[in-house]
């Protein structure tokens, strides 16, 4: 069902880690990617791509993403997500997240095994009937990836307009070069994550995980008020 309240929509809306197979049309896709080139950018340059794939054309790249794994192939760093080093602040708030998700699924926080086959999820999109992937001309100066932000983040909110749900997957980036090669994407650009869509399984353990927000006092300062 669709939903309408703006506020409602962005308080509610999470990273959904397991979908159900249900089939997304084109149109509804075609609205939700409308909504995210409407987002604002300097010298209105648009930065960014959207390759979106469903059935066969999802199910091939999964396929060699899942075998690249187990060839343990080496990924690649295209663009850098995280500080490096990682601030101890911004590590414990990683690392919550992590054993949050973890939790959620009952894996062990020293099962390897199981945290890595979970990891693997990414690389399936989830399960989605939809898979996304946001790439964008490298030679893009840092504001042009502050511009893409917004447009995907106009792309999250649409999703969520439709009834539908979705997970950003910043670890495709890991095999950006595997991926790049396989839909042939321009050679100037650079993959940045992929995103899954679809229905969400209300039985999938994994979706009952939330991650929390800062307080606003701990992000905001007002100055000049009453």
Do not use: W
Request: charged share 20%; proline share 6%; aromatic share 8%.
């Amino acid at each position: 069902m669709a939903k309408t309240n703006l506020q409602e929509i962005v308080l509610a809306r999470r990273s959904i880690r397991g979908f159900l197979p249900g089939p997304v049309s084109r149109s509804t896709l075609e609205r939700i990617l409308q909504l995210a080139r409407s987002a604002p950018s300097g010298a209105n340059l648009q930065p960014g791509r959207f390759t979106v794939l469903t059935s066969d054309a999802l199910e091939n790249l999964t396929d060699i993403l899942i075998q690249a794994i187990r060839d343990e192939r080496p990924g690649v760093s295209e663009y850098s997500y995280f500080p490096n080093p990682l601030p101890e602040y911004l590590l414990a708030r990683k690392r919550a997240t992590g054993f949050g998700l973890y939790d959620a699924l009952n894996i062990a926080k020293r099962d390897i095994k199981a945290r890595k086959k979970q990891f693997e999820h990414n690389y399936l999109f989830f399960g989605a009937p939809v898979g996304m992937v946001v790439s964008v001309d490298k030679r893009m100066g840092k504001g042009c990836f502050m511009d893409l932000g917004m447009a995907i983040q106009n792309l999250l909110i649409g999703i969520e307009t439709e009834g539908l749900s979705s997970c950003g997957i910043g670890a495709l980036a890991n095999y950006g070069d595997l991926v790049h090669e396989h839909l042939t994407l321009p050679d100037d650009e650079i993959v940045v994550c992929g995103i899954a869509v679809g229905y969400a399984d209300p039985n999938n353990p994994a979706n009952n995980f939330k991650t929390p927000r800062l307080n606003l006092d701990e992000y905001s300062k007002f100055l000049g008020f009453d």
